[in-house]
């Protein structure tokens, strides 16, 4: 009688192994992407913003506004453009009515709101109390209120000189201001 050695693992098949991306996949795709475009950030050519938000809320095709969510501390969001492939992902879907949509507003808090612009310049938001921001081609919500759904933020891309420009603010000189009565009065 000879022995045999018996591995249970070796013929044991994980459930999970395949087809795991497959699953993933088909789990993203069934998420609904929206674009969301803000004309005056597309003019200044703002690249990212550093928002902090009280409040979240979006407005039907008859102008009416839904509040989605309201944040007892502030919430802190830095939406990005398309081109850094960032977005922001809605576990469920909104809680809002049937219906068409056609702009989410966010409300902005007190402080911590800046914009970054596409030649690397920040600046500080300070009397703006919210920011509208346009759906592309709209959001029509019907009985599939469990959809998951995908925000991306238009912005203009920060152009190359923008990654350079502190390096070579290094190697320029310090202007100093010297006036006309600089030096001309006696010690």
Known sequence: MSKYT????????????YNWTEILEAHEMN??????KNTQATQLGVAEMFLSISKFSAFDIHGNEHFIKEFPKQAE????????EFFIKIKSMLELEEGGYTTFRFYLGKNG?????????????????????????????SGDKNREVVLRFDFTPFTLGSYFRPILNLFKRSKTFTGKLAGSLGS
């Open 6 to 17: 018996y591995y249970p693992t070796m013929f044991h098949t994980n459930p999970f192994a």
């Open 77 to 84: 969001l830095n939406p990005k453009g398309m081109h850094t």
């Open 113 to 141: 709101n800046r914009l970054s612009y596409k030649d690397g310049r920040s600046e500080t938001i300070t009397d703006v109390k919210y920011l509208d921001f346009e759906i592309k081609n709209g959001l029509r919500i």
């Open 31 to 36: 998420a609904k992407e929206l674009i969301l």
